[in-house]
């Protein structure tokens, strides 16, 4: 078969894999499968058009209660070639080690780390964002510096990406057609039903394989198995059907509070620590995962002003020197909730009537307090500054980061794949992107997402990481 786009009328009968969506994690996905395997026939299958914005978006539509309203979610699930790519920042880092630590996630994080440098090489990251990740203060090693360093953004829809998914002769992708739901039969996954925006009441198109990687986003993953599997999406009660009552669960995003708290910093000090080889680059101060860890704290990242600071001559602990006095942005992790979830709801449907997902996200400022107050006595610790409260009065958000709905784990009560990806109970079928996170830590997601995506590809092809 040769690659590029596929019309309707030329679908083969069935596929060695289907990846349904086309952002950071299904291309990723289906590119190094297809490198691997290039004999296999990879179909992929994209809601929204090549072109561009279109009113496939449409299906992306929530209805929310809680902290983030229903219009704050459909731009971080973008219906188009390359997903939410086409419109992320692009800022990168790995993830902390914490939530490994504390035994959150159920594989070593070497595994991880194993895929950082090729997931880094894909978002055009320099070496150094996953060489050198994070760096110790001398004069307290429970402090870091962390850069994030910027993708140009990478924007898996246009460009060497799009072209590279477009020129390959093992993958098809079947633009502006939508997967209403997977087709399951005997524990097993059999394909997938597939509906097009052009003519929604058409009936669907049957497309079989037997390996299915759904790749939707954050959100739209959980609500894809919510609708195809038995009992699905009922609010609150995840699938006591399917015995997954674990899936739409733990709905987690990262905390975001700008102009947050305050910090005095010993400047000169600041800058020795700050990489300044790069201009793609923001600086931050965090705890380490092993002191955050011990204490049972959450992460959080506090991010400064580099060169571009303004600092001050000034006493700053018994000492003058340069000091740099800011209001710094709080990026944060929160702690997986079951009460922070997707599901259905069943009476608002969408154009192909299917159940919207509803979902409830709140967030908690206690455990970002703890966290500062700790990080605030350990740079005084290192005789650094320090990091004042919290206003009641500082807004929350999120950072566009759609998490931990179809969580790993080993345990199908409390968790929807196992280590790989794979849906517990059901052969074939596998998630991609960062609804398999347990828990987030507090860095930007989308690298860990092409890592974990570049792992399950080797898993596919049987060519593991040792
Ligand atoms: C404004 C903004 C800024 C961001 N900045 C950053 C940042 O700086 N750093 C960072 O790490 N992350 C950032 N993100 C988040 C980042 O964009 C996401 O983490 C990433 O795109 C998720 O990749 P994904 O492939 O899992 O999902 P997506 O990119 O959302 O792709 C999902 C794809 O699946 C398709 N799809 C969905 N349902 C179906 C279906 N039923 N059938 C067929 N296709 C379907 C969609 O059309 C889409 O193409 C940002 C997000 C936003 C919105």
């Given at each position: ?5 596929v019309?309707?009328?030329?679908l ?5 894999l289907?990846?349904i969506g ?12 297809a490198?691997?395997r ?28 809680g ?9 971080h699930?973008?219906?188009r ?7 992320w ?13 504390r ?7 070497e ?8 997931a880094?090489?894909?978002l055009?990251?320099?070496k150094?964002?996953?060489e050198?990740?994070?760096?110790p203060?001398e004069?307290?090693p429970?402090?870091?510096y ?8 990478t924007r898996?829809?246009v ?6 998914m477009?020129?390959h002769?093992?993958v098809?992708i079947?633009?502006?057609?939508t997967?209403?739901s997977l087709?399951?039969e005997?524990?097993?996954v059999?394909g997938v ?15 079989t394989?037997?390996?299915v990687v759904?790749?939707c986003?954050?959100?739209?993953n ?17 699938l006591p059907?399917?015995?997954?009552p674990?899936?739409g ?8 509070l ?13 800058l020795?620590?700050c ?5 793609r680059?923001?600086?931050s ?10 204490h049972g704290l ?5 991010q ?5 600071g303004?600092?001050q001559?000034a006493n700053?602990?018994?000492r ?22 997707v599901?259905?709801v ?15 996200l ?9 966290s ?7 740079l ?6 320090h990091?004042?409260g ?12 759609m998490?931990?709905?179809t ?5 199908d009560k409390?968790?929807?794949t196992?280590?790989?990806g794979?849906?517990h ?5 596998y998630?991609a ?28 092809t ?5």
């Amino acid at each position: 078969m040769s690659g590029v786009e596929v019309h309707a009328d030329q679908l083969a009968e069935d596929y060695d894999l289907i990846v349904i969506g086309s952002g950071p994690a299904g291309h990723t996905l289906s590119m190094e499968y297809a490198e691997k395997r290039p004999m296999d026939r990879i179909l992929v299958v994209e809601s929204g058009s090549r072109a561009g914005a279109s009113d496939a978006q449409r299906l992306a539509k929530v209805q929310a209660t809680g902290d983030l309203a229903a219009r704050y979610y459909p731009n971080h699930n973008q219906r188009r070639f390359g997903g939410t790519s086409m419109v992320w920042n692009g800022w990168c880092t790995p993830l902390e080690k914490a939530p490994f630590l504390r035994g959150e996630w159920p594989f070593p994080y070497e595994e991880l780390a194993a895929q950082y440098p090729k997931a880094a090489e894909i978002l055009q990251l320099p070496k150094r964002a996953v060489e050198k990740p994070e760096v110790p203060f001398e004069e307290n090693p429970n402090v870091l510096y962390r850069p994030y360093y910027f993708s140009p953004p990478t924007r898996f829809g246009v460009d060497g990406p799009a072209q590279r998914m477009l020129d390959h002769r093992s993958v098809g992708i079947l633009f502006s057609h939508t997967v209403t739901s997977l087709v399951m039969e005997g524990g097993a996954v059999k394909g997938v039903r597939v509906r097009s925006f052009a003519s929604p009441s058409s009936p669907p198109l049957w497309v079989t394989a037997p390996r299915v990687v759904v790749a939707c986003g954050g959100v739209q993953n959980a609500r894809l198995l919510q609708l195809s599997l038995p009992g699905g999406g009922l609010p609150g009660r995840g699938l006591p059907g399917s015995g997954l009552p674990a899936l739409g669960q733990c709905f987690a995003e990262h905390p975001h509070l700008y102009g947050a708290a305050s910090i005095e910093l010993d400047h000169e000090r600041w800058l020795e620590m700050c990489d300044s080889g790069s201009d793609r680059v923001s600086h931050s101060l965090a705890l380490s995962s092993e002191y955050a860890h011990r204490h049972g704290l959450q992460m959080v990242t506090l991010q400064l002003p580099g060169r571009t600071g303004d600092p001050q001559a000034a006493n700053l602990m018994g000492r003058r020197r340069m000091v740099l006095r800011a209001r710094v942005n709080i990026r944060a992790e929160m702690p997986p909730s079951a009460k922070n979830r997707v599901s259905l709801v069943r009476s608002r449907k969408d154009l192909f009537d299917q159940s919207m997902a509803a979902i409830h996200l709140e967030f908690s400022r206690a455990e970002i307090r703890e966290s500062l107050v700790h990080l605030s006595r350990e740079l005084a610790r290192a005789g650094l500054g320090h990091v004042g409260g919290l206003p009641d009065s500082v807004g929350v958000t999120g950072g566009g980061h759609m998490m931990g709905t179809t969580r790993m784990g080993t345990d199908d009560k409390t968790s929807v794949t196992d280590s790989k990806g794979k849906v517990h109970g059901v052969d074939g079928l596998y998630v991609a992107g960062s609804s398999l996170f347990p828990s987030t830590g507090s860095a930007n997601p989308t690298l860990t997402i092409v890592a974990l995506a570049l792992r399950l590809a080797n898993h596919l092809t049987g060519q593991e990481h040792p």
